[in-house]
């Protein structure tokens, strides 16, 4: 794309179908200069992932700011995608905005993804973009707050092995997200029976505003049971009006993904035939191993849902910042991936 660069870039391999890529680098060599030695770098699969979330269809990106400058590869990432049929590169202005007007600069290099509109492969497209214009405004900051286990040692995984707090403490953190956006959509959270000691921000899971004391007490469940026994160790169900149930989530690292989907199709089977969404929230690097699993099918009945915690982050933004009201429950289904394909009638 930059006719003055010295740095090549030579493609060796990509891993199938989230990467790392491997490439070649090395700086081209002036006339009567020998090639010189050839440095071998990886185009990491959480730096492409991160690339990945970001794009979307006719919506210039750029990579700089998508990266955070960080990753030393990010360039060559870039020249790579550009060079693919489905992308092409353009200059949009920079807006710079005052509190009562707005100047277009001269914009940075991004990156658009056009899958309909594909170009020759291995070579790249400018594209014009007339009147468009960016603004660069800060990205989403998400500060977690002091985080207290009760007890490290009594989570265990399916198999009985002792949960690393590390793990435990990233899954408790999503649980007090969900709680908190449960609160502003207007929702109460149930959080499972053995999380509720966890502290966050100062107050026990268990006490913070919106959580549900005892399911016996929810209008759905009162008259099973069966359900209530099982719901018990469900990560967060989400509940309207005490009548709906917005939600059931289990969240889940690799290794849980299955037993996580069990629990839920368990208590699927024994809750009364409502409205709602089976869940499985899990890091976005897990998606690929949450597709597969849901898709098992004895797990079909519930159509499950993938919810990336980044997409649990940026909707938990979206509620602090913007204080949402008035939404539809339909809302949340912007923020998760069906697990099984939705086939068109």
């Known amino acids: 794309m930059a006719k003055s660069t010295k740095t090549q870039i030579e493609f060796?391999?990509?891993?199938?179908?989230?990467?790392?890529?491997?490439?070649?680098?090395?700086?081209?060599?002036?006339?009567?200069?020998?090639?010189?030695?050839?440095?071998?770098?990886?185009?990491?699969?959480?730096?492409?992932?991160?690339?990945?979330?970001?794009?979307?269809v006719g919506v210039p990106r750029n990579l700089d700011r998508v990266l955070g400058a960080s990753y030393?590869?990010?360039?060559?990432?870039?020249?790579l995608l550009a060079h693919t049929p489905e992308f092409q590169y353009g200059y949009p202005g920079r807006t710079e905005n005052f509190e009562t007007s707005s100047v277009v600069k001269r914009g940075h290099k991004h990156l658009i993804w056009l899958p309909d509109?594909?170009?020759?492969?291995?070579?790249?497209?400018?594209?014009?973009?007339?009147?468009?214009?960016?603004?660069?405004?800060?990205?989403?900051?998400?500060?977690?707050?002091?985080?207290?286990?009760?007890?490290?040692?009594?989570?265990?995984?399916?198999?009985?092995?002792?949960?690393?707090?590390?793990?435990?403490?990233?899954?408790?953190?999503?649980?007090?997200?969900?709680?908190?956006?449960?609160?502003?959509?207007?929702?109460?959270?149930?959080?499972?029976q053995n999380d509720k000691g966890?502290?966050?921000?100062?107050?026990?899971?268990?006490?913070?505003?919106?959580?549900?004391?005892?399911?016996?007490?929810?209008?759905?469940l009162s008259s099973f049971n069966d359900a209530i026994r099982q719901a018990l160790l469900i990560d967060v169900i989400w509940f309207r009006n005490g009548r709906l149930m917005p939600a059931v989530i289990e969240i889940e690292h690799t290794t849980g993904v299955t037993s996580g989907l069990s629990r839920m199709r368990?208590?699927?089977?024994?809750?009364?035939?409502?409205?709602?969404?089976?869940?499985?929230?899990?890091?976005?690097?897990?998606?690929?191993?949450?597709?597969?699993?849901?898709?098992?099918?004895?797990?079909?009945?519930?159509?499950?849902?993938?919810?990336?915690?980044?997409?649990?982050?940026?909707?938990?933004?979206l509620c602090e910042k913007r204080k949402l009201k008035g939404v539809t429950e339909d809302f949340l289904d912007c923020f998760m991936e069906p697990c099984i394909p939705v086939l068109e009638e």
């Open 198 to 220: 966890i502290s966050y921000k100062g107050q026990k899971l268990g006490e913070m505003d919106g959580v549900i004391v005892r399911l016996d007490d929810v209008k759905l």
């Open 117 to 192: 509109e594909p170009h020759e492969n291995g070579v790249t497209k400018k594209r014009e973009m007339g009147g468009m214009a960016v603004s660069e405004a800060g990205s989403i900051d998400i500060v977690y707050e002091a985080l207290v286990l009760d007890d490290p040692n009594k989570y265990k995984d399916e198999i009985g092995n002792t949960i690393p707090k590390e793990i435990k403490r990233r899954h408790s953190q999503i649980q007090a997200l969900l709680v908190e956006i449960g609160r502003q959509l207007g929702f109460k959270t149930w959080v499972a």
């Open 266 to 317: 368990k208590f699927h089977d024994l809750v009364p035939p409502v409205p709602t969404r089976w869940v499985i929230a899990a890091a976005d690097a897990d998606r690929q191993n949450v597709m597969a699993r849901a898709n098992h099918e004895q797990f079909a009945p519930m159509k499950p849902k993938f919810f990336p915690y980044s997409a649990i982050e940026e909707l938990n933004w």
């Open 72 to 79: 030393n590869t990010r360039s060559a990432l870039e020249t």
């Open 12 to 56: 060796v391999d990509a891993v199938d179908p989230e990467g790392p890529i491997t490439i070649n680098r090395y700086t081209a060599p002036k006339s009567g200069e020998r090639t010189p030695a050839v440095k071998k770098q990886t185009i990491s699969a959480a730096m492409i992932r991160r690339v990945a979330n970001a794009v979307s």
